[in-house]
C-alpha cells in the first residue's frame, strides 16, 4: 500500500527540509509552494482561486502517484482542520496509508528563518507581522487529530 507523509506547520518550521530528505530517499513532494512559483506567484500571494486549482492538480498527482505505488509527500502548511481532513480523506479514498506530521519550531526560529530566505520556488517570504499573524491564526491539530510531531529548534 502506498505511504503517503502530510506536512503540517507554518512558514519556517522546516517542513520542506523534511520533505527534500524524503525525497532524496525516493518519495515523490507535492509542494504547494513549488507549483505556486511554477505558475508564476514568487510572493507568496495565493488567490483562492490559484490555491484552488494547485490543490485539483496536486490531489490529481497524488492520485497517479498512489496508483503507481508511489510515496508521496504533501508540502503545505495544512494549517486548517478541514483542509487536513480533506487529505486524509483523499488518501482513504484511494487506500493509500497517511501519516500527519506536525512540524514544530518556536516563533524566533521561524522568524529567523523566514528573515534569512531568498525568494524560490520552496521559499515564500514573509513579512514578520504576516507571519506572526499566520502563526496566530494557526489551527493546530488537538488531541483528537492522530498526528506524529517533529521540533526542529
Known amino acids: 500500500m ?10 519556517g518550521a522546516g517542513k520542506t527540509t523534511i520533505a527534500r ?3 532524496a530517499g ?9 507549483e505556486a512559483w511554477a505558475r508564476g506567484v514568487h510572493d507568496g500571494a495565493f488567490t483562492p482561486e490559484l490555491m484552488a486549482a494547485i490543490d485539483a492538480d496536486l490531489h490529481a498527482r497524488l492520485v497517479h502517484a498512489v496508483e503507481a505505488g508511489e510515496r508521496v509527500v504533501v508540502d503545505g502548511s495544512l494549517s486548517a482542520r478541514w483542509v487536513r481532513d480533506a487529505w486524509r480523506e483523499r488518501c482513504d479514498a484511494i487506500g493509500a496509508e497517511h501519516e500527519l506530521v506536525v512540524v514544530r519550531a518556536s516563533m524566533a526560529s521561524l522568524a529567523a528563518r523566514v528573515a534569512g530566505r531568498e525568494a524560490g520556488p520552496e521559499s515564500v517570504l514573509l513579512e514578520q507581522d504576516a507571519l506572526a499573524a499566520f502563526v496566530a491564526g494557526f489551527d493546530w ?3 483528537d487529530e492522530p498526528h506524529r510531531e517533529v521540533r526542529t529548534d
Do not use: H, I, M, N
Not at 2 to 11: R, S
Not at 26 to 33: E, Q, R, T
Open 21 to 23: 530528505e524524503l525525497e
Open 2 to 11: 502506498a505511504q503517503v507523509t502530510l506536512l503540517c506547520g507554518p512558514a
Open 141 to 143: 491539530p488537538g488531541d
Open 26 to 34: 525516493g518519495a515523490l513532494v507535492l509542494s504547494f509552494d513549488r
